[in-house]
Nanobody, 115 residues
Framework: QVQLVESGGGLVQPGGSLRLSCAAS????????IYWVRQTPGEGLEWVSS????????DYADFVNGRFTISRDNAKQMVYLQMRNLKPDDTAVYYC????WGSGRGQGTQVTVSS
């Protein structure tokens, strides 16, 4: 059974940084592309980034514009999202998932960007 647990969110000022973590268990982690998606109140899930099983490539939504970096550690079954130069529009609940529609996501971690 897929289990993903997100952490690392918080309140940060515009221009600040956060590092989100995703702990995986219950499935063959090293065989899955992992996605970060986010959701704001009243909106649907929005794809942010993804990384293939071998970590050789990284894909980002256009709005990321070089500010985020996704990475993974297969030995630890972890995925990370380093976020820099955060903007108020980045305020959302962030989830990791096994597809861009949010399958298998956990409870999420709240990111609030505000002065």
């Amino acid at each position: 059974q897929v289990q993903l647990v997100e952490s690392g969110g918080g309140l940060v000022q515009p221009g600040g940084s956060l590092r989100l973590s995703c702990a995986a268990s219950g499935f063959t982690f090293g065989s899955y592309r992992i996605y970060w998606v986010r959701q704001t109140p009243g909106e649907g899930l929005e794809w942010v980034s993804s990384i293939p099983p071998d970590g050789a490539t990284r894909d980002y939504a256009d709005f990321v514009n070089g500010r985020f970096t996704i990475s993974r550690d297969n030995a630890k079954q972890m995925v990370y999202l380093q976020m820099r130069n955060l903007k108020p529009d980045d305020t959302a609940v962030y989830y990791c998932a096994t597809d861009p529609w949010g399958s298998g996501r956990g409870q999420g971690t709240q990111v609030t960007v505000s002065s």
